[in-house]
């Protein structure tokens, strides 16, 4: 067994070893596909963070309870 090749923990696929000593358990297809979905969801959940301003991401329940005010 090549000691610079280790699996992904979702498909099973190979992944290099540099990317797991960075901390990454999954392959890049993996995590691309768990990027977006954050990006997705991330994307519904902005308001505005005062009265008149910016958008801005509402990461928690409390960020979205004081929003505008």
Not at 23 to 45: P, Q, T
């Amino acid at each position: 067994m090549d000691k610079s090749i280790v699996h992904c923990k979702q498909c099973g696929e190979e992944y290099n070893i540099k990317r797991a000593k960075l901390g990454y358990a999954v392959c890049l297809d993996c995590g691309d596909v768990k990027a977006s979905e954050i990006a997705e969801f991330r994307s519904k959940c902005s308001a505005p963070a005062f009265n008149k301003g910016t958008y801005q991401p509402m990461m928690t329940f409390d960020d979205a309870k004081w929003a505008g005010r």
